[in-house]
C-alpha cells in the first residue's frame, strides 16, 4: 500500500489527517479529493501543497472516482455532510453526499480490487441514558436519532453489505465527537470559543446536560492510520478515548481558560431530537491493535485547541457573521 486517496480532506478531521500522514507516515504518496462545500478548503492544505495532490470534486462524480481510486491502493472515505442542525434544516445534502457518495465510493473499489476505510460516527448507535452503566461497542444496534446519524448509518451499512456480498476489502470505524484545529464554528466547541473571542456569549442548547465522549483529533486520526495498516478485513472498531463530559462542563471549562467567568454563557433554545448521551467502549481497539489516546487531559487539549482560534482568526472570522445569524434566526 503506497498511493491513498482521501475524501473530505480538506475538512476538519481529513486535513489533520493528511498532516498527521505526511508528519508520521511520510511513505505514503497523498491524493485528496473534497468538493469543497462550506466546511471545506483547499487553503486548508497549504502548508503540505507540495506533498500531495488535490483534486477538487465530488464523491458522488462516477467517472471521477473511479479514475482516482482506480490510481489508488486504498481509500480513507471522511467526506461527508457532518453537522447535525444541517441536517435538520436540509437533509438533502446528507442523502445525497453520505449515502450517494459512499455508494459511489462502494462500486469503485469493488471494480478495481482496492482496500476501503470507512469513517463513521458513534452516533449511528443513537443514544444512551444519563444513569446508564453501559457504553456503545461493535455489537451496539443501530438506531439512530437525527438525518445526519441516519445517513451515516446508512453509509455504514451499505459497506458491510458490501464486504459480505462483493467481499471488499473494507474496514469500518465508528468514532466519538472530535475537537482540534481546523473544525467549522458551526460545531459546538469552535463555536463557543470564537463567540468569547468576539465578544458574544457562549450558547448552551437546552439543560447543557446532554453528554458528548470529547477524542483530540489527532488521536482519532492516530486510530485510523493503525486501522488502515493492521485492522482486520470486514471489522468494525470503535474509537473513543474516555472523554465523557456534559456540555454544561465544555462550556465552563472554556471560559474559565478564556479567563473568563464560568458563569458568562447563556442557555438557548434545545435542538430537536438532542441526544442525550455518547459513550464509547474502545476495548477492541485498544487491546488488538495496541491503540493508546496520547492526549488524557481534555483541559490541554482545549488549551491548545484555543490557541490555535486565537491565532487563526483569519481562517474564522470571514465566516462568523453568517454563522451566527443562521444560528439566531432558529433561536439558537
Ligand atoms: P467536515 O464537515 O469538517 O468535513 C467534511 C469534508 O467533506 C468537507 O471538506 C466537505 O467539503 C467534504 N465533502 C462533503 N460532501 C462531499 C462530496 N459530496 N464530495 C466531496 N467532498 C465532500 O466534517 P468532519 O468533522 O471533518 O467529518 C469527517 C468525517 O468524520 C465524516 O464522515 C463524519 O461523519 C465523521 N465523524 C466526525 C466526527 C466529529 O466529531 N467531527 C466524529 C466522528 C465521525
Ligand atoms: O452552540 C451549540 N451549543 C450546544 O449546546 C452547539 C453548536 C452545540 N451544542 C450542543 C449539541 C451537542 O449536544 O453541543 C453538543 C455537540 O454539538 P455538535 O458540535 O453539533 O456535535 P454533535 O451533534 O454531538 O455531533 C458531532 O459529533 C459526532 C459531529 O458534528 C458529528 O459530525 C459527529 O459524527
Same mark, same amino acid.
Given at each position: 500500500?503506497?498511493?491513498?486517496?482521501?475524501?473530505?480532506?480538506?475538512?476538519?478531521?481529513?486535513?489533520?489527517?493528511?498532516?498527521?500522514?505526511?508528519?508520521?507516515?511520510?511513505?505514503? +504518496?497523498? +491524493?485528496?479529493?473534497?468538493?469543497?462545500?462550506?466546511?471545506?478548503?483547499?487553503?486548508?492544505?497549504?502548508?503540505?501543497?507540495?506533498?500531495?495532490?488535490?483534486?477538487? @470534486?465530488?464523491?458522488?462524480?462516477?467517472?471521477?472516482?473511479?479514475?482516482?481510486?482506480?490510481?489508488?491502493?486504498? !481509500?480513507?472515505?471522511?467526506?461527508?455532510?457532518?453537522?447535525?442542525?444541517?441536517?435538520?434544516?436540509?437533509?438533502?445534502?446528507? !442523502?445525497?453526499?453520505?449515502?450517494?457518495?459512499?455508494?459511489?465510493?462502494?462500486?469503485?473499489?469493488?471494480?478495481?480490487?482496492?482496500?476501503?476505510?470507512?469513517?463513521?460516527?458513534?452516533?449511528?448507535?443513537?443514544?444512551?441514558?444519563?444513569?446508564?452503566?453501559?457504553?456503545?461497542? #461493535?455489537?451496539?444496534?443501530?438506531?439512530?436519532?437525527?438525518?445526519?446519524?441516519?445517513?451515516?448509518?446508512?453509509?455504514?451499512?451499505?459497506?458491510?453489505?458490501? !464486504?459480505?456480498?462483493?467481499?471488499?476489502?473494507?474496514?469500518?470505524?465508528?468514532?466519538?465527537?472530535?475537537?482540534?484545529?481546523?473544525?467549522?464554528?458551526?460545531?459546538?466547541?469552535?463555536?463557543?470559543?470564537?463567540?468569547?473571542?468576539?465578544?458574544?456569549?457562549?450558547?448552551?442548547?437546552?439543560? @447543557?446536560?446532554?453528554?458528548?465522549?470529547?477524542?483530540?483529533?489527532?488521536?482519532?486520526?492516530?486510530?485510523?492510520?493503525?486501522?488502515?495498516?493492521?485492522?482486520?478485513? @470486514?471489522?468494525?472498531?470503535?474509537?473513543?478515548?474516555?472523554?465523557?463530559?456534559?456540555?454544561?462542563?465544555?462550556? #465552563?471549562?472554556?471560559?474559565?481558560?478564556?479567563?473568563?467567568?464560568?458563569?458568562?454563557?447563556?442557555?438557548?433554545?434545545?435542538?430537536?431530537?438532542?441526544?442525550?448521551?455518547?459513550?464509547?467502549?474502545?476495548?477492541?481497539?485498544?487491546?488488538?491493535?495496541?491503540?493508546?489516546?496520547?492526549?488524557?487531559?481534555?483541559?490541554?487539549?482545549?488549551?491548545?485547541?484555543?490557541?490555535?482560534?486565537?491565532?487563526?482568526?483569519?481562517?474564522?472570522?470571514?465566516?462568523?457573521?453568517?454563522?451566527?445569524?443562521?444560528? %439566531?434566526?432558529?433561536? %439558537?
Amino acid at each position: 500500500m503506497k498511493n491513498i486517496l482521501i475524501t473530505g480532506g480538506a475538512g476538519f478531521i481529513g486535513t489533520n489527517f493528511a498532516y498527521y500522514l505526511t508528519k508520521n507516515k511520510p511513505q505514503y +504518496t497523498l +491524493t485528496i479529493i473534497d468538493s469543497c462545500n462550506y466546511a471545506g478548503d483547499e487553503q486548508n492544505l497549504e502548508d503540505i501543497r507540495d506533498k500531495i495532490t488535490f483534486v477538487k @470534486g465530488d464523491i458522488t462524480n462516477k467517472e471521477l472516482i473511479n479514475d482516482l481510486v482506480a490510481k489508488n491502493d486504498a !481509500v480513507v472515505h471522511f467526506a461527508a455532510e457532518s453537522h447535525n442542525d444541517n441536517s435538520l434544516n436540509d437533509p438533502w445534502p446528507f !442523502v445525497q453526499s453520505n449515502i450517494l457518495g459512499t455508494y459511489t465510493i462502494l462500486e469503485a473499489v469493488r471494480k478495481h480490487g482496492k482496500r476501503l476505510h470507512h469513517i463513521s460516527t458513534d452516533e449511528v448507535f443513537g443514544d444512551l441514558e444519563l444513569d446508564d452503566p453501559e457504553r456503545f461497542n #461493535e455489537n451496539t444496534p443501530y438506531n439512530p436519532s437525527s438525518p445526519y446519524s441516519s445517513t451515516k448509518a446508512s453509509s455504514d451499512l451499505l459497506v458491510r453489505a458490501w !464486504v459480505r456480498s462483493f467481499n471488499v476489502k473494507a474496514t469500518i470505524s465508528n468514532c466519538s465527537n472530535n475537537y482540534g484545529p481546523y473544525q467549522h464554528i458551526e460545531k459546538f466547541i469552535p463555536r463557543q470559543i470564537t463567540n468569547i473571542l468576539s465578544g458574544i456569549k457562549p450558547k448552551l442548547y437546552g439543560s @447543557g446536560e446532554q453528554v458528548r465522549d470529547w477524542i483530540h483529533v489527532d488521536d482519532h486520526n492516530a486510530a485510523v492510520a493503525l486501522i488502515l495498516e493492521k485492522g482486520k478485513l @470486514g471489522e468494525t472498531y470503535l474509537i473513543g478515548a474516555d472523554g465523557e463530559k456534559n456540555n454544561k462542563e465544555v462550556i #465552563e471549562t472554556i471560559l474559565r481558560l478564556m479567563g473568563k467567568s464560568t458563569s458568562d454563557y447563556e442557555h438557548v433554545k434545545d435542538r430537536p431530537g438532542h441526544d442525550m448521551r455518547y459513550a464509547i467502549d474502545s476495548t477492541k481497539l485498544r487491546s488488538e491493535l495496541g491503540w493508546q489516546p496520547q492526549y488524557t487531559k481534555f483541559a490541554d487539549g482545549l488549551k491548545q485547541t484555543i490557541e490555535w482560534y486565537k491565532t487563526n482568526q483569519a481562517w474564522w472570522q470571514p465566516q462568523k457573521d453568517a454563522v451566527e445569524a443562521k444560528y %439566531q434566526a432558529q433561536g %439558537q
